[in-house]
């Protein structure tokens, strides 16, 4: 039986997702500023890592207790917690006196993102009809998307109009702006009803690590770990932290320009994805977008060959075709099916565990990307991007069950063949 989503449903899904656009942003800002930070602060290859990945630490000890912290609070309070994190962050990072500072701001940033990252996709997921959970949930990812494309014009534009030689401090500060309108906004939706109904349950985390150790739920995890973890290494965040860099590296002109028409087509595609996710699914998003990633990091890796003199339109366009296919299968589909694959009763701890391998890898891939572009080329590096689509593809297709549909009681009993 088809349901109907209310107003008042769509409304609180899109406050919640707005948590996507500090996401986006504070992760997506970081590609303008790091040629700039690198040269005043003087930092080595292995220093530009530590700026980028600095965050990311900061978002590895989010997640850590993003999920006992929302079923302890409540998603409401917690999202509460990341937005003021996010303006702590925003001002500190504009304000600082010194490169400690900045690292010190941005990992507090990071903390943020790590509670939100896994917070506002479950509270939306348990406030959305099943239906349309998909559409609801992917509001999340929109939101990132729409933060990413901030971040890029953001540095575009701070850059080209002013002569501030600190040009990072306003690009970094800007956050503010989107977060002071999700700090307000929440308080006007309501707390998630699913976790009203298991707080009496369980006064404390006990019960959740206890039934952690269910053979079900313990495939479940490690499954939804993996998906997580490899889904870093098949090239989206890379492009994400060192488009501009990647870029420059191939002999573009305004690489800062060529990144804008990353989050154009990132944000356009996502909307596609929004659209249609409940009515494909989330595995033939899957299949069909990897399948094209992998054609295209391939084409990507070919250009960088030093044998081959293919023009720069030709890198551009796999390039943005790369993006529509991350855009549309895997980036679409994570925090979707994250947020869906566990238990009421353990939603927050296993979403955590799940989250704190999303960002394990996002972090080595922020530190490991120099050292693959300067060691293993380019090209190396695409290929193996390329590679690395392969396990996930397997992991999706033999174990991962189709949610589309499925209310999250029906996907609970999937799990249950493994006990």
């Known amino acids: ?92 990072c504009a304000v600082c006196d010194n490169f400690t500072q900045l690292v010190i701001y941005r990992m507090i940033g990071g903390f943020g993102i790590g509670i939100v990252s896994i917070v506002s996709p479950i509270y ?21 998307t729409i ?36 700090l307000i906004l929440i308080f006007f939706i309501p ?28 495939v479940a995890v490690l499954i939804g770990s993996a998906i997580a973890i490899l889904g870093q290494f098949m090239g989206v965040n890379a492009v994400l932290y060192y488009g501009p860099k990647i870029f420059a590296d191939a002999g573009f002109s305004d690489p800062l320009f060529s990144t804008v028409l990353v989050g154009v087509v990132n944000m356009l595609t996502t909307v596609i994805a929004l659209i249609i996710i409940d009515k494909v699914g989330r595995k033939q998003l899957v299949w069909w977008g990897v ?4 054609v295209c990091l391939l084409m990507i890796g070919l250009y960088f060959l030093p044998s081959t003199h293919l023009p720069n339109w030709f890198m551009l366009s796999f390039f943005l075709l790369y993006v529509f296919c991350t855009a549309i299968s895997i980036s679409a589909v994570v925090f979707v099916l994250l947020s869906e694959m ?23 891939i922020g530190q490991l990307t120099p050292w693959m572009l300067e060691n293993l080329t380019p090209a190396g590096t695409f290929f193996l991007f390329a590679f690395m689509c392969l396990p996930y593809l397997w992991i999706m297709y033999k174990y991962v069950p189709d949610t589309t549909g499925k209310s999250l009681e029906e996907i609970e009993e999937y799990w249950k063949k493994y006990d």
């Open 291 to 294: 399948g094209g990633m992998i």
């Open 124 to 144: 939306i997921s348990e406030v959305s009809p099943a239906n349309v959970r998909g559409t609801m949930v992917s509001l999340y990812q929109l939101f990132i």
């Open 1 to 92: 039986m088809t349901q109907k989503v209310s107003a008042k449903v769509v409304f609180i899904a899109i406050v919640a997702a707005l948590g996507g656009i500090l996401f986006g942003y504070d992760t997506a800002v970081i590609s303008g500023t790091t040629e700039i930070v690198k040269m005043q602060f003087g930092l080595t290859t292995g220093g530009e890592g530590w700026y980028v990945g600095c965050a990311l630490i900061g978002s590895i000890a989010g997640v850590l207790i993003a999920g006992m912290l929302s079923d302890f609070l409540g998603r409401k309070k917690t999202m509460l917690i990341s937005a003021l994190l996010f303006s702590v962050s925003a001002i500190g």
């Open 342 to 364: 566990y238990p009421n009763r353990v939603r927050g701890l296993a979403m955590s565990i799940a989250g704190l391998a999303l960002w394990v890898g996002t972090y080595l």
């Open 147 to 182: 933060g990413f494309l901030l971040a890029y014009l953001a540095n575009y534009l701070i850059l080209k109009g002013t002569d501030m030689p600190e040009y990072w401090r306003p690009m970094l500060g800007a956050e503010a702006i989107p977060d002071l309108l999700f």
């Open 191 to 218: 707390e998630s009803p699913r976790w009203l109904a298991v707080r009496g349950q369980r006064q404390d985390n006990s019960e959740a690590w206890k039934a952690m150790r269910e053979k079900g739920i313990l």
